[in-house]
């Protein structure tokens, strides 16, 4: 089995005394019997890139199926020196895995190094290979090897280029795709122009469509980096306004209250989800329904979705009216202290939440039943509403929303 020094002497081109059809015939010998390890030799070619190139190991940019992908490869090389009538064959399936490298937005930089990487692996596959079947014949391959790295250079540069010639072609597809999508959320795309931006997108002009928008809780910008996870099986197309972070979601199957559970938001940030539109010249609309409904959110890491909070939502749009509405149903708590006006607003808003019991509210706030009716009965006494009359419900809702929105608006965000 050849050692380290043995291989580092191996890669070396130029030593002389075989014939360019004895180099064949012992890399043809060596490259059967590697072929039919592909498996193997593969998985530990995947295990050296990962723990040499730092992006394959990372979520967001390591390739999808590289393990399938890099069997392929590795058996298209193969053939190669097996049966050089298949070059052709093979410099055609590595330039597609150069182009799907462009297309996936990873690194030409590492892409390359796990090509030198690859080649090591591999070489020193062949050598061993050879070496099972020839008991000291090491100086055989070796004089094979400036056909051998000859080859993986000339398939590095096949990658390359093809790599290069893609991301020409992708610059242009995002940049098209960016212009389409700022375009629809701004409600700038008139009909004619929506099956150019839903072909540039790769969505269909009727369907399934929600638009969320999540802002910091402080109104600072929101990072690239952090951006908000979605569900799996929805596709998403994301833009970076400034300060804020937007998503196009087509649904698909999954329901909006559905998308809107499993939506993660980075901390310190907060999401607003419009109601469902289905079509996509409605963006525009559903991306004004986002921005109202992140209005009414109230704490860090929520998602507040619109078809849940109209009310709420309304009460944005005027915070005179909101500031009003306050003062005139929960104004008389002001005279209550503090700690005690704050459990009475809490007692409100669990009892609400649990659709007016007050055995479900009790769960919510860790405390016997009655406590939560002697708490609403104190509130009927301060404000002068009566939790039995559905218009004095409606009102101290209301009231609530507004407390609530008034106290927790972003500050930066448009009213």
Known sequence: MATPATTRAVRTAGIAGATGREHGEVLRAAALQVRGQVAPVAAHIVERIRDRHPAYREPALAPSGFLAETEGSV?????????????????EYLSWVGERRAWQGFPLEPMM???????????????????AQRPGGTQLIARAAAEVWDLFERDSRLMADAYLRARGEVTFHQQRGRRALEGLLAGRVDTPGLAEAADALGLPEYGRFAVAVVRGATGSPLPVRRRTGVPAGVRVHRAFPVG???????????????????LEVPAGTRAGLSPEVDRLGAVGHARERAELALRTCTRDGEVAVLDRRYPAGLLTRRPDVATEVAAGVLGALRDVEAAEAAVLLETLEAWLDASGSAEKASAALFCHPNTVRRRLRRLEEVTGRSTSRPRDVVHLALALDAERVTAAHIPGTPR
């Not at 058996?75 to 410099?91: H, M």
């Not at 804020?244 to 499993?262: I, P, Q, R, S, T």
């Open 244 to 262: 804020c972070e937007v998503l196009l979601a087509d649904l698909g199957d999954l329901a909006l209250g559905d998308f809107a559970a499993a």
């Open 75 to 91: 058996a298209a090389v193969l053939d190669s020196l097996a049966d050089p009538g298949r070059s052709a064959v093979s410099a």
């Open 113 to 131: 190094g796990a090509c030198r990487t690859a080649g090591d692996v591999l070489w020193l596959a062949l050598v061993r290979a050879w070496e």
